[in-house]
């Protein structure tokens, strides 16, 4: 069974971190390019980071770039995302997902091509 987790939301203050996990299990995480999504309710979806499988290669919305940061450990089938200085408008729930094929790099990932597995999310609430 293909399975992703969140992990490691939670309620923060402004200007405070937070790192989120996201544990793997029925899928060749080692071969894949992951990524971190989020979505508020009424919004759409929107891509945060993604992360080749090898976690040379990375990609990051203008939003969250320089303030964020996604790694992985393939000996654990686990990704991450550190999040610092966190602002109010990063409140919402963040989801990993995987790319669907090994062939989808962080950019496809970004674009939200073809991604079928997803975790059920976890809350991120910064008070200000």
């Known amino acids: 069974q293909q399975q992703l987790v969140e992990s490691g939301g939670g309620l923060v203050q402004a200007g405070g971190s937070l790192r989120l996990s996201c544990g793997a299990s029925?899928?060749?995480?080692?071969?894949?390019?992951m990524g971190w999504f989020r979505q508020a309710p009424g919004k759409e979806r929107e891509s945060v980071a993604a992360?080749?499988?090898?976690?040379?290669?990375?990609s990051y919305s203008d939003s969250v770039k320089g303030r964020f940061t996604i790694s992985r450990d393939n000996a654990k089938n686990t990704m991450y995302l550190e999040m610092k200085s966190l602002k109010s408008e990063d409140t919402t729930v963040y989801y990993c997902?995987?790319?669907?094929?090994?062939?989808?790099?962080?950019?496809?990932?970004?674009?939200?091509?073809?991604?079928?597995?997803w975790g059920q999310g976890t809350l991120v609430t910064v008070s200000s």
């Open positions: 992360i080749d499988w090898r976690g040379d290669s990375t």
């Open positions: 997902t995987a790319a669907s094929t090994p062939v989808d790099g962080p950019g496809d990932v970004m674009r939200g091509r073809d991604l079928e597995i």
């Open positions: 029925g899928i060749k995480f080692g071969i894949l390019t």
